[in-house]
């Protein structure tokens, strides 16, 4: 079973930058979709993007693209999440993803979940 753990969360203002990363333990990534989720106060969990696990297919929500950017360094075992041109609806617990289907199912969360990190992004 692999663990994710996520960081480098915080506060920032409308149109900054935060840079997300999510390492992995017990087990190489190589064998997993990876992908980024969040939900905010009151809404349900939603998909934000995903990267295939040869790093070659990337999907993401629309409400992000264009804006973030998902990258993996399987030598690190890692995978990031580059957010620019934040907005105020971008605030939300951001949370990593791994699935190990061998079919790329990007939207759908696979059974690997980090505890989140907590993204805030003032007016």
């Known amino acids: 079973q692999v663990q994710l753990v996520e960081s480098g969360g915080g506060l920032v203002q409308a149109g900054g930058s935060l840079r997300l990363s999510c390492v992995a333990s017990?087990?190489?990534?190589?064998?997993?979709?990876m992908g980024w989720f969040r939900q905010a106060p009151g809404k349900e969990r939603e998909f934000v993007a995903a990267?295939?696990?040869?790093?070659?297919?990337?999907a993401y929500a629309d409400s992000v693209r264009a804006r973030f950017i998902i990258s993996r360094d399987s030598a690190r075992n890692t995978v990031a999440l580059q957010m620019n041109d934040l907005k105020p609806e971008d605030t939300a617990v951001y949370y990593c993803?791994?699935?190990?289907?061998?079919?790329?199912?990007?939207?759908?969360?696979?059974?690997?979940w980090g505890p989140g990190t907590q993204v805030t992004v003032s007016s």
């Open positions: 993803n791994g699935d190990m289907s061998p079919f790329w199912r990007p939207t759908r969360p696979g059974e690997a």
């Open positions: 017990g087990r190489t990534l190589r064998n997993y979709a």
């Open positions: 990267i295939s696990g040869n790093g070659v297919d990337t």
